[in-house]
């Protein structure tokens, strides 16, 4: 009994079960921002392709392929482990101006996703892939 309640508070991972947890969150993470944002501004299951907020005054065109990579593209990359680092800075940066400058004075129930969103990727960003994705697949065969 003692025992089973040490491994509830330890704060020791399995490598295993860590570099598992990791792939499960980069993929779903990423494939809910690609369903639940990036598929909308192709017009994928509404009405029409989502308006692209511009809050930093940037070329239009510019802005829109900014975003659209950030929810579409890059988040494939993360989902595949590849050049994972590089790959969540674009979504960063949509993320987070989503928070600070988009939504910073709106209701949390409307912020809150830019936040979560920008807090699990900050953790991707600081934790890496783990070993199973094409970024340790890479550095393993150097």
Do not use: C, W
């Not at 570099?19 to 944002?37: K, M, N, P, Q």
């Amino acid at each position: 009994m003692k025992t089973s309640l040490l491994k509830l508070f330890s704060t020791e991972i399995n490598p295993r079960i860590q570099d598992v947890t990791l792939l499960a969150f980069r993929v779903l993470l990423s494939g809910e921002l690609i369903y639940a944002h990036g598929l909308k501004k192709l017009g994928v299951g509404v009405g029409e392709a989502e308006v692209v907020p511009n809050p930093l005054n940037l070329p239009e065109a510019f802005n829109s392929l900014f975003a659209d990579a950030a929810s579409l593209i890059f988040p494939l990359f993360v989902i595949a482990g590849l050049a994972t680092r590089i790959a969540v800075l674009p979504i960063l940066a949509v993320t987070l101006t989503g928070y600070f400058v988009l939504h910073f004075h709106d209701a949390p129930l409307i912020k809150d996703t830019p936040f979560m969103y920008s807090l699990s990727y900050l953790v991707i960003l600081f934790l890496g892939p783990g070993k199973y994705s094409l970024d340790y697949f890479i550095q393993k065969n150097k």
